[in-house]
């Protein structure tokens, strides 16, 4: 059983920088594609980014294309989301999500594990 605990949640101003913490324990991070999706108050949950491991191949929302780096660390077990140009908009739970076939997806049904979120607020 594989357990994602995120972390590097806060309150932060528009154009200011944060990076999420991503730290798997049960099993070894790099045998699964790992995610970041969000969800803000009163709207579904979206995708933000996606990394594979063993490729080293990522994927972005448009949104946040340009603004944020997923990256991981194989012997720390973590995955990061440096978040940078940060906008009112990107308000929300960031969720850390893990995916066991190896394809790097974009929705929710296809993630398997994922972690308890972190609270992110940009502030205008």
């Known amino acids: 059983q594989l357990r994602l605990v995120e972390s590097g949640g806060s309150v932060v101003q528009t154009g200011d920088s944060l990076r999420l913490s991503c730290v798997a324990s049960?099993?070894?991070?790099?045998?699964?594609?790992a995610g970041w999706f969000r969800q803000a108050p009163g709207q579904e949950r979206e995708f933000v980014a996606a990394?594979?491991?063993?490729?080293?191949?990522?994927r972005y929302a448009d949104s946040v294309k340009g603004r944020f780096t997923i990256s991981g660390d194989n012997a720390e077990n973590t995955v990061y989301l440096q978040m940078n140009s940060l906008k009112p908009e990107d308000t929300a739970v960031y969720y850390c999500?893990?995916?066991?076939?190896?394809?790097?997806?974009?929705?929710?049904?296809?993630?398997?594990?994922w972690g308890q979120g972190t609270q992110v607020t940009v502030s205008s």
């Open positions: 999500a893990a995916r066991i076939w190896p394809t790097v997806e974009n929705t929710t049904k296809d993630y398997d594990y």
């Open positions: 049960g099993r070894t991070f790099a045998t699964y594609v």
């Open positions: 990394f594979r491991w063993v490729a080293g191949s990522t």
